[in-house]
């Protein structure tokens, strides 16, 4: 029931964003999708026992079984499904025939995702080389990129998409117009490209045009446009390259906000900083923080993802969390009631 809450929710993330930019022909697929979708997917999931994540992109949303089938749902009009059309799905629909998938990650209009052998598979839009496939064609279902089996994690976001390898180093590719690859410089990588040479990356995150990522001994380093203070450097200056955030040793997990962000320390302890109208950092005010600050003084915080006006996250104690803006009901709560600060769904 907590992944049921989880995939709800993040549907919400999706469609609460549905006048942001979108083309309007989309937009009235979308529209339709909203009325129903959420009661599919509920009757649908609550059903299934074996689902074993889960992951959404800017109108859809893919999971992987325990059986490791991968299935999607949702938009498709840039094939993001995967299954070899432009045709939306109203209910999970399994994506090819393997069943070897490890983790899956939906970008805006694009998806990435592993395998068990370590490979990396992408499709979807490519107007920005986001797939790393070498050029800009749109794939339909999914694709390998390049050879390399060694692939640990991996983070698709706007129209740039970052990657763990299992020897710890960092790759990253796509659009690059405000340096959120982490490159030094800002031109669009069209393959896979290595993120300065440290072999000690554990994972990456990210918002819109910036990048955060925590290396294994506990250090956070963010990178990209900075104009909301989303990098928590204290200023607005906008990072090409990977710059550490403050002193801390403790950052255990960093997860992304469309111009905000908030991570989780090894005590437990949840900070955000950032762009706040709409309270999404759950400090109970509307002021953007600069560097990193604590929401609340719970120890207890294990994970959570961030939208555009909107947060959710989880405790340890398998408790669902959520604050921002609710003007979809994405919050869950029950009304569209904005929220200042953490509130249990229940």
Same mark, same amino acid.
């Given at each position: ?49 074996? $689902?074993?994540?889960? &992951?959404? /992109? ?7 079984? @325990?059986?490791? #089938?991968?299935?999607?749902? *949702? ?38 995702a592993i395998k068990t052998n370590g490979t990396l598979w992408a499709w979807g839009n ?46 990253? $590719?796509?659009?690059? &117009?405000? /340096? ?7 031109? @669009?990588?069209? #393959?896979?490209?290595?993120? *300065? ?63 905000y962000t908030l991570a989780v320390k090894t005590n437990g302890t949840l900070w955000a ?31 959570g993802s961030g939208s555009l006006y909107h947060t959710l996250a989880v405790k340890t104690? *398998? ?28």
């Amino acid at each position: 029931m907590a992944l049921l809450a989880a995939v709800l929710l993040i549907i919400g993330s999706a469609y609460a964003k549905i006048n942001f930019g979108l083309p309007s022909a989309v937009k009235n697929t979308v529209k339709k999708l909203q009325s129903k979708t959420t009661a599919v997917i509920s009757s649908v999931i609550s059903y299934a026992t074996n $689902w074993s994540s889960v &992951s959404a /992109g800017y109108y859809h949303t893919l999971a992987v079984k @325990t059986n490791g #089938t991968l299935w999607a749902w *949702g938009c498709n009009s840039t094939c993001q499904l995967g299954l070899g059309d432009t045709t939306d799905r109203l209910t999970p629909t399994q994506v090819g025939t393997a069943t070897n998938w490890s983790s899956v990650s939906g970008g805006t209009w694009h998806t990435l995702a592993i395998k068990t052998n370590g490979t990396l598979w992408a499709w979807g839009n490519n107007n920005q080389s986001q797939l790393g496939l070498g050029d800009t064609t749109t794939r339909t279902i999914p694709t390998q990129v390049g050879i390399a089996t060694n692939w640990s994690s991996v983070f698709g976001r706007s129209e740039h998409t970052l990657a763990v390898k299992t020897n710890g180093t960092l790759w990253a $590719w796509g659009n690059n &117009s405000l /340096g959120q690859l982490g490159l030094g410089d800002t031109t @669009t990588r069209t #393959t896979p490209t290595q993120v *300065g040479t440290a072999a000690n990356w554990s994972s990456v995150s990210g918002g819109w045009v910036h990048t955060l990522a925590v290396k294994t001994d506990g250090t956070l380093w963010a990178w990209g446009y900075n104009g909301d203070y989303q990098l928590g450097l204290d200023d607005t200056t906008t990072r090409t390259t990977p710059t550490q955030v403050e002193i801390a040793t403790n950052w255990s997990s960093v997860f992304r906000g469309g111009d905000y962000t908030l991570a989780v320390k090894t005590n437990g302890t949840l900070w955000a900083w950032g762009y706040n109208i709409y309270y999404q950092l759950g400090l109970g005010d509307t002021a953007i923080r600069t560097t990193p600050t604590q929401v609340g003084v719970a120890t207890n915080w294990s994970s959570g993802s961030g939208s555009l006006y909107h947060t959710l996250a989880v405790k340890t104690d *398998g408790t669902l969390w959520a604050w921002g803006k609710n003007d979809y009901g994405q919050l869950g709560l029950g009304d569209t009631m904005t929220r200042t600060i953490p509130t249990r769904v229940p």
